[in-house]
């Protein structure tokens, strides 16, 4: 920050004697409080193409060479780069936010969807008699029904029209035919909210609240990640800051290559349908194979280990995160549903 430099040596911010431009105690540089208009214009450009020049560095880093900021920061080259948590931050607001602002294009009807080959799909509501409920163990789920000998799914969302109805034939039914606990309570989760939502609005309510709560979940999970690579490493040599480090790193990188493919998808698919159902996918494609080579090759530069032990400890970690990513989903689906009202 440029400015005219105060006579005085106490430090406005601390009030701690300042030897040179710069507080000692708390960094602050000891400037006139009250500067000029064009000192105004002039510090926000300075500022800008300060912040602008190491972004744009930072992000060149971190698409293209796996590992350096990672290895510069903990080098204690920290004044080029954008802090790995301040770049965590500002890549999952623009990753998450932004495609929100994306306008919505109208899709035509291509060659791959002509109305002579596509199937439209059969959903047959079934009315069920009381006798029925009561003799079959049906819940929340489907079943099948055969009409002129060809096999369709039933959707049956409610197999109750409410509550009531539920525990009272329940309550008649033989033991081996009752819903299990975790049914009856799923059952009962669904009727309350079919009670003020459509089943459309449950759906989107739920889209909503995982889309809401996403950033939150990937965000704790960072902790457990770090965690399996202290596991896989030496103790002495390896802090585990060291890979609280790295794991920021990855993972904004993992947020910004999801926020580049959704938009170029995004953009790309209103084009026609062989940019929708070709290019996009290739986008898709080439995208998830770089950011699994980058686990491999950002691993081996930082933790410099022979190719064929960094092949096996990577190989291992990404079957252990995907075993974790899939189960702890599970659970977060089912936390975001029971969450809805």
Known sequence: MSGDLRTEKECENCGYTVDVAYCSKCGQKNVETRQSFWHLITHFAEDFTHYDSAFWKTIKYLLLKPAKLTKEYLEGYRQRYVAPVKLYIFISFITFFIPSLYPEFEIHPNEFQNSEHHTEEVVIHKKVTLEEKI????????????????????????????????????????????????????????????????????????????????????????????????????????YFFDHGIFTLHYFSFLLLTSFIMITLSRFISPLGAVFEEIVVPIIIGLVTLWTVYYFFRSHRKMYHEKWIINFTKCLIMLIINFISVLYLTLIFIKIAF???H
Do not use: C
Request: proline letters at 5%; a positive charge.
């Open 338 to 340: 029971y969450s809805l």
């Open 135 to 238: 003799n079959t163990k049906q819940n929340v789920g489907f079943e099948t029904a055969t009409i002129n000998s060809t096999e369709f799914i039933v959707e049956t969302p409610m197999t109750y029209s409410s509550i009531k109805e539920m525990d009272s034939i329940e309550k008649i039914k033989p033991d081996h035919l009752r819903l299990s606990k975790s049914d009856y309570i799923l059952g009962k989760k669904i009727l309350k909210l079919y009670e003020h939502n459509t089943p459309e609005q449950v759906g989107e309510k739920l889209k909503e609240s995982i889309k809401h709560n996403f950033p939150k979940a990937l965000f704790i999970y960072m902790p457990f990640f770090a965690f399996i690579l202290w596991l896989f490493h030496g103790k002495k040599r390896w």
